[in-house]
């Protein structure tokens, strides 16, 4: 098990899932679970600050997560998941105490069985302690809202670079001042910071520290 943590549009997930091709290992990106049952909620009208209307909804959803994808009801919603809308409502989940203990356990059961490259805010803290390597991977913040603004745009949708920056702001505050579960580096976790390095440097980066060359 190696865990992947760090603030949004740090180039966590595209960094994890390579790595975890890499090494042979699953991939398990935690903020697609955090997004299908934001999407979910909103499809439905469930109430954002409803957290038994929001635990209900979790427990009934049909949602899985083969690689690459995300299906809701059997339907391919992995592009939808990552909607504006969907990116902004997506902290009502990540503050709701049952859904968050529903998703730990969606995230243990992933990893019961295989080895594992995980992604998220709390993987390395709250639901892997003891992973056999621990990262947390950041960068600045202009850098990553630069990042993030280029794949909307590529997506075709509309966003101003001072738009995406202001929202990944509110969103580190929020993630880190967390009551449940805040974005933190593990005590034993190392930090890299990829301000200036591509993902291929990355990617090298992580997988000589979780397989040193002999
Ligand atoms: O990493 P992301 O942008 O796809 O995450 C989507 C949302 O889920 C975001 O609000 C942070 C939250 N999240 C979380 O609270 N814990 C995780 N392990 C992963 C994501």
Not at 71 to 78: A, K, P, R
Not at 114 to 138: H, L, M, N, S
């Amino acid at each position: 098990m190696v865990t992947i943590d760090g603030p949004a549009g740090a180039g966590k997930s595209t960094v994890a899932r390579l790595l975890a091709d890499r090494l042979g290992w699953r991939f398990l990106d935690t903020g697609a679970m955090y997004r299908v049952v934001t999407l979910a909620a909103l499809r439905e009208g469930v109430d954002l600050e409803d957290a038994g209307a929001l635990d209900r909804l979790a427990a009934g959803l049909d949602a899985s997560f083969p690689p690459g994808l995300a299906l809701l009801g059997g339907e391919d919603v992995s592009a939808a998941i990552r909607d504006v809308a969907v990116t902004r409502f997506s902290r009502f989940i990540a503050d709701c105490a049952p859904v968050r203990a529903r998703l730990v356990g969606w995230q243990r059961a992933f990893a019961e069985s295989d080895d594992v490259v995980t992604e998220g805010r709390d993987q390395g803290t709250i639901v892997f302690p003891d992973a056999y390597r621990k990262f947390f991977v950041t960068a600045s913040d202009h850098e990553r809202a630069r990042r993030r603004h280029r794949e909307l745009v590529a997506r075709g949708q509309d966003a101003t670079l001072e738009a995406v920056l202001a929202d990944q702001r509110a969103r580190d505050a929020r993630d880190a001042g967390r009551a449940i579960a805040p974005m933190r580096a593990a005590d034993d976790a190392e930090t890299v910071d990829t301000t200036g390095l591509s993902i291929e440097d990355v990617v090298e980066l992580l997988h000589r520290k979780v397989r040193p060359a002999p």
